[in-house]
């Protein structure tokens, strides 16, 4: 089992930054992709950004040049820098591993206000 857990959300003016933290712990061992989706209220969960365990990183169409993902092996932390907020980043924000089956944390709640 992989535990995740997220912190780093908050609320925050449209045009600022916040950074996503997401620590796993447990069966770490041979994690493959880890990353981000985000779920708005009402709507679906959507991807956000990946990074594989050799730090290669692909983005949505809608975070690519604001938002950085980027991977801490030795820690067993992956963090999302999120710079020039919009109200439409508003969701919950939820870190994932993949190891033989997706983990998943519990979330952490992203506020930008206009």
């Known amino acids: 089992q992989v535990q995740l857990v997220e912190s780093g959300g908050g609320l925050v003016q449209a045009g600022g930054s916040l950074r996503l933290v997401c620590a796993a712990s447990?069966?770490?061992?041979?994690?493959?992709?880890m990353g981000w989706y985000c779920q708005a209220p009402g709507k679906q969960r959507d991807w956000v950004a990946t990074i594989t365990s050799d730090g290669s990183t692909t983005y949505s169409d809608s975070v690519k040049g604001r938002f950085t993902i980027s991977r801490d092996n030795a820690n067993n932390t992956v963090y999302l820098e999120m710079n020039s907020l919009k109200p439409e980043d508003t969701a919950v924000y939820f870190c994932f591993a993949q190891k033989f089956q997706y983990y998943w944390g519990r979330g952490t709640q992203v506020t930008v206000s206009s």
């Open positions: 447990g069966n770490i061992f041979s994690i493959k992709d």
